[in-house]
């Protein structure tokens, strides 16, 4: 009975260690070389007029996708959850812009590898200073290899 107890409690021990690179998907993933994390807050800059810069043209487009925007009242942010859909690479950087009355506020984070894209680490904009009511948000992702922007996405700020 012992025996059967022990195999029955290796055996569930398995299969929850298993389980675990169900839920992250690069653990193990080879890398070329380790590169050190930017652990510091984004920095927010501000400008009263956004310019379009021309992408590139020896840079593939990249497929910006804003997953996710909120107003975190009690934490005082924007926070925004992109990705880039059609590569997987590590070093890019995401930039955040949020438009609306008559302001303009950017902020970046950097980008890491994923499984089948690239994920933006989350980008939070403060809220102080950005004007109340209804703004929109793109966020632009770029690298030595790619250079895209995002379809707009609206935030109400209450």
């Not at 929850?16 to 652990?39: E, H, Q, R």
């Not at 510091?40 to 009263?48: A, I």
């Not at 812009?97 to 303009?104: P, Q």
């Amino acid at each position: 009975m012992k025996n059967f107890r022990f195999v029955v409690i290796c055996l569930t021990l398995i299969g929850v260690l298993s389980g675990c690179t169900l839920l992250y998907p690069n653990w193990g993933k080879p890398t070329d070389s380790p590169s050190p994390t930017d652990s510091s807050t984004p920095t927010p800059t501000e400008t009263e007029t956004e310019t379009p810069s021309p992408q590139p043209t020896n840079k593939a487009k990249a497929e910006v996708e804003i997953l996710d925007a909120y107003v975190d009242t009690p934490n005082g942010i924007v926070q925004v959850i992109a990705s880039a859909n059609n590569f997987s690479e590590d070093g890019g950087t995401c930039t955040a812009t949020f438009n609306g009355g008559g302001k303009t506020v950017k902020a970046s984070t950097t980008a890491e590898s994923n499984a089948s894209n690239t994920q933006c680490k989350p980008i939070e904009i403060p809220l102080g200073g950005l004007p109340k009511g209804a703004g929109v948000i793109t966020v632009r992702y770029e690298s030595k290899n790619y250079d895209g922007t995002s379809k707009s996405v609206e935030v109400n700020i209450e």
